[in-house]
C-alpha cells in the first residue's frame, strides 16, 4: 500500500464529502474540527483538526493510542491482558454525516469519530461501534428499532471561587423563577446554540439541588443519541464558559444531597409502531415491551456499572432522592429504577417510552445505551414475566412484600456492581471480551482510587472530572 492509499477504514465518499465539507467550513470561519469519543472512564476525550486536513483524517483517520480504554477518570492508567500497554495505535475517522459547526465555539466544528485499528478494522473496544452493532442486532432478530434520549443535568458555579469548591452560581429555590431569572442571559444563549448546532430541545428549567439546571433533548436513533449527549454537555461547557461560569455533570459534586443523572429515555419500535403503546398489557405496553422492560429489570444490578460508573455514583444513588436505588418499575414512579411513561392521552403512541433512572453522566453514554438494548433483548427472547408494579417509595416496602415483588436494592457500592457484571454473561458477550475486561479494570480502579475517602473526598475527587 502507497502511503496515498486509504486505509481500509476509509471510504472514497468520505474523502469526497470531507473535501467539500473543509472548503464550505473554511467560508464560515470555521479553522479546526474537533474528533471527539468518550472513554470507558466515561472521560470525553479529543483530537482535533485543522479545517483543511478533514479529508486526510476521513481517508486515513487520525492517530490516537489505544491505552486510552484503560485510562480513570484521574488520567492513571490500568491494564488488561489486551489493553493499558504504551504500544500500538488506532484511527480516528470522523462521521461526516454527524459533523457540526459549534455555535458557542467560534472558528470551530465537532464531529463523533468511529475507533478502527490501522488494519480497518472495527477496534473491539469501540462503544460507539458496540452500540450500532447491538442496534443491528435488534433490527436483523427481532425487526425491532429504538428511540432515545439522554437527559443532562449539571451544576453551575462562579469560575474561580474558592479554588475547586463548589460555590452555586445561583441562590434560587428548586424549579424556582428566581433561579431562572438569575441564569437567564447564559441559559439563552445556551438554547441559540443548541438550536443553531440543529438539537432539539424538549424542555430546559432548573432542578432540585443547588445551582442545578436541566435539558431534555429530542428522542433520535441510539447512536444518535448518544452523539448528542456528548455534544450537549460540549455546548453547554462552552456558553457557560462564555459567561464566566463552570459547570460539573458528576454524579455528585457534594457529599450529601441529590446529585445529577443522565436518565435514559428508550421506546421500541416496528414497522412505524411504538410498542410501549397500544397494546394489551399493563398501561397499554405490547407484550414485547413487557418482555423488554423485564429483561432491563433483570439485568439492572450488573447494567451499575455501565450506567453509574464512578465512586461518585454511589452519593446520588441513595434510596428516597428520586435516583431509582431498588429493582422495581411503576408508572410514573420516580423511586422505581424503571419508570414507565405512557404521555398524555392524544400523544401516547409517540410519547411512550421506558425511563432508566439510575444512570449518570459519568457513563459512557453508547456503553450505558447499548447495555441497557442487550438486556432489554434478552428479554424478548427469554420472556421473563414482568413482576407486579411498585407504587410509592420502595424503601417503604417490608421485607416480605418486597422479596414477593422482587425488589431488591441495587449494589451499593461499585465492587458489588463489577461482581454483578462478571457474572452476567448476556451484557458481557454484548460488549465483548476485549471491552468487558476493560470495563471491569476501570472499574475496580476507580474504586481502588477513592479507598479510604469519606464522602465529601469522593465528590471533591470527581467534582471537576466530568
Not at 231 to 247: E, F, M, P, S, Y
Request: hydrophobic content about 45%; overall charge negative; aromatic content about 6%.
Amino acid at each position: 500500500m502507497s502511503e496515498s492509499d486509504p486505509v481500509p477504514g476509509g471510504r472514497p465518499g468520505d474523502v469526497e464529502q470531507a473535501t467539500a465539507l473543509s472548503g464550505e467550513l473554511t467560508g464560515q470561519g470555521v479553522h479546526g474540527v474537533v474528533l471527539a469519543y468518550v472513554d470507558t472512564a466515561g472521560i470525553a476525550r479529543v483530537k482535533t483538526v485543522p479545517t483543511a486536513k478533514l479529508a486526510a483524517a476521513a481517508a486515513w483517520g487520525v492517530g490516537m493510542s489505544p491505552v486510552f480504554d484503560t485510562f480513570l477518570a484521574d488520567d492513571s492508567i490500568v491494564t488488561t491482558d489486551v489493553l493499558g500497554s504504551p504500544d500500538g495505535d488506532l484511527r480516528l475517522y470522523p462521521d461526516l454525516d454527524r459533523l457540526t459547526v459549534l455555535a458557542a465555539q467560534p472558528g470551530w466544528a465537532w464531529a463523533p469519530v468511529d475507533r478502527i485499528t490501522q488494519e480497518g478494522a472495527p477496534h473491539p473496544a469501540c462503544g460507539r461501534t458496540v452500540l450500532r452493532r447491538t442496534v443491528a442486532k435488534a433490527a436483523a432478530r427481532h425487526g425491532i428499532t429504538f428511540r432515545a434520549a439522554v437527559e443532562i443535568e449539571w451544576v453551575v458555579a462562579r469560575e474561580g471561587t474558592d479554588g475547586d469548591a463548589f460555590v452555586p452560581a445561583v441562590s434560587g429555590p428548586a424549579y424556582g423563577a428566581a433561579r431562572q431569572v438569575e441564569l437567564s442571559d447564559c441559559a439563552a444563549d445556551l438554547l441559540a446554540a443548541l438550536a443553531a448546532q440543529g438539537v432539539d430541545v424538549e424542555q430546559f428549567h432548573p432542578e432540585y439541588a443547588a445551582g442545578q439546571f436541566e435539558v431534555s433533548v429530542g428522542a433520535l436513533d441510539p447512536v444518535a443519541a448518544a452523539d448528542h449527549s456528548v455534544l450537549v454537555r460540549q455546548t453547554i461547557r462552552a456558553v457557560a464558559r462564555r459567561h464566566g461560569l463552570r459547570v460539573s455533570f458528576a454524579p455528585a459534586v457534594l457529599g450529601q444531597g441529590v446529585g445529577n443523572g443522565g436518565h435514559l429515555h428508550l421506546s421500541a419500535w416496528r414497522d412505524g409502531t411504538n410498542l410501549h403503546a397500544g397494546g394489551t398489557g399493563r398501561y397499554g405496553m405490547t407484550a414485547e415491551a413487557e418482555s423488554f422492560v423485564a429483561g432491563v429489570l433483570g439485568h439492572l444490578p450488573a447494567l451499575t456499572a455501565m450506567t453509574a460508573p464512578s465512586p461518585a455514583s454511589r452519593l446520588r444513588l441513595r434510596p428516597s432522592q428520586w435516583a431509582g436505588v431498588f429493582t422495581a418499575w411503576g408508572r410514573e414512579t420516580r423511586e422505581a429504577a424503571l419508570r414507565i411513561v405512557t404521555g398524555t392521552t392524544g400523544v401516547r403512541d409517540r410519547a411512550a417510552n421506558l425511563e432508566v433512572k439510575p444512570v449518570d453522566l459519568a457513563a459512557n453514554p453508547y456503553l450505558a445505551l447499548a447495555s441497557v438494548i442487550a438486556a432489554g433483548l434478552d428479554g424478548l427472547s427469554a420472556s421473563p414475566p414482568l413482576p407486579a408494579e411498585t407504587t410509592g417509595d420502595p424503601a417503604r416496602l417490608g421485607a416480605d412484600e418486597a422479596a414477593a415483588r422482587g425488589v431488591r436494592r441495587l449494589p451499593a457500592t461499585l465492587t458489588e456492581s463489577v461482581e454483578a457484571f462478571r457474572a452476567d454473561g448476556v451484557l458481557r458477550e454484548a460488549l465483548g471480551g476485549v471491552l468487558a475486561d476493560a470495563v471491569i479494570a476501570v472499574r475496580l480502579g476507580e474504586a481502588r482510587s477513592a479507598e479510604g475517602l469519606d464522602d465529601d473526598g469522593v465528590a471533591a475527587a470527581y467534582r471537576w472530572k466530568y
